[in-house]
């Protein structure tokens, strides 16, 4: 293990980071698709390319549940030197290559095999979650100054199709995050089949958005493939594609639909779960607080982060987005999702589990002290909530902005 020594007026600070090989589980998680094309070409039956599915969704949860939680933060002297550290960003860049070699695989695994339509759908489902999965890496090196990470980040998202993201969530979701205008943070009473409705157009529109802003204030043709990167990244999904269904047929379609979908929904499952009726308050001259821990659902799960590139230590990335994952922190009293990601995710499929299990939570926080005025709720299920836990609230623009904003 490589120990990052720095001198400091408390004295010299030696750190070792315990987890720095085993976030090369992050670097080939992707290929967590292929497992399903292992494990059919070896056992000969088509069940077996369920098997991505139920690594994700079983076995996954069961190791965060008894694995616990890692609550170990890097002092905060020796960050500057964790993030200098080359070894993370390269874990990164050979994530990327990694969503592209699952993708095809599967791709290939479906145009060559005669499967049965649960299989290919199965196989849809699998190969979307694992390309759910790039932006996850997107995400990790769209936040960085450096052009080579954001150019890898640009490239990763055509894969699932998703090219405006970066865009969309660095000047999108990170500036109105925890507000009733956010289109990527769920309400208090909305369930993820509702919140993908309006997450899912609201972040293609907004992300075209903001392109379409960007360039014009560039002086730029916003149709400009030199000079769009929500096109360029569209054109490569399309390049890709139509590639695939020359080369394997108009199984490709379905295949591709599904895949697509799949990897979308992977994304709005995370911003489910993430913010789930969290909000942060106005101030007097309109404007909101700034974002700061409590405002994001955290997990310090071990496995699922091991496997995430700690995207589960979400209330520190929110409150300080470019900080690096290796070095993203634990904080104290905030709030917490009952498991990892994929845990929590099967909880919010089930809307009564969700609620049975996140709405006492939520009004429990510490901040929140049972105010609803301090929480995003849906509009429409408003007054039912209060009374149902019996919250305070005035009938102050602390309601009229929430109803007024959905």
Wanted: contains cysteine; proline residues 5%; neutral net charge.
């Amino acid at each position: 293990m490589k120990s990052v020594t720095v001198d400091s007026p408390a004295g010299t600070i030696t750190y070792t980071d315990r987890k720095r090989w085993l976030w090369i589980m992050s670097m080939v998680y992707p290929l967590i698709g292929v497992t399903g094309v292992i494990a059919h070409a070896w056992s000969e039956h088509e069940i077996g390319v369920a098997l991505p599915l139920l690594l994700a969704y079983t076995v996954i949860p069961f190791l965060d549940f008894a694995l616990g939680e890692d609550l170990n933060n890097p002092p905060e002297e020796v960050v500057s030197e964790l993030e200098a550290d080359e070894y993370y960003r390269r874990l990164l860049h050979i994530t990327a290559p990694l969503h592209f070699i699952s993708f095809f695989v599967a791709a290939w695994w479906v145009g060559t095999q005669s499967l049965s339509w649960w299989a290919m759908l199965i196989m849809a489902v699998s190969a979307g979650m694992a390309s759910g999965l790039a932006i996850n890496t997107a995400h990790e090196l769209g936040h960085k100054a450096n052009m080579f990470d954001r150019l890898i980040a640009k490239i990763v998202l055509a894969v699932p199709g998703y090219g405006h993201f970066c865009i969309e969530h660095n000047a999108g979701h990170h500036r109105q995050v925890a507000t009733p205008e956010d289109s990527a943070s769920s309400k208090m009473g909305e369930n993820i089949y509702a919140f993908a409705m309006r997450e899912i157009p609201g972040g293609f529109k907004r992300g075209w958005q903001l392109e379409k802003k960007r360039l014009q204030r560039r002086g730029v043709p916003v149709w400009s493939l030199q000079h769009n990167d929500v096109l360029q990244s569209y054109a490569m999904t399309a390049v890709m594609q139509i590639g695939l269904i020359i080369a394997f047929g108009w199984i490709m379609v379905p295949f591709l639909l599904i895949h697509n979908f799949e990897a979308w929904w992977q994304l709005t499952s995370a911003n489910y779960i993430e913010h789930y009726g969290l909000v942060r308050s106005k101030k007097d001259n309109g404007k909101y607080e700034h974002c700061q821990p409590h405002h994001s659902w955290n997990s310090n799960h071990i496995f699922s982060n091991l496997v995430l590139y700690h995207l589960e230590r979400h209330s520190d990335h929110h409150a300080h987005p470019t900080r690096h994952y290796q070095s993203l922190r634990h904080f104290e009293h905030l709030p917490t999702l009952p498991n990892g990601y994929f845990g929590s995710y099967m909880l919010a499929y089930i809307p009564p589990l969700w609620y049975h299990f996140m709405d006492p939570k939520l009004v429990d926080l510490k901040h929140v002290q049972r105010d609803a005025d301090k929480l995003n709720i849906l509009p429409a299920k408003r007054a039912a909530l209060i009374e149902r836990f019996k919250l305070k609230s005035g009938d102050s623009a602390g309601d009229t902005s929430v109803a007024a904003a959905a």
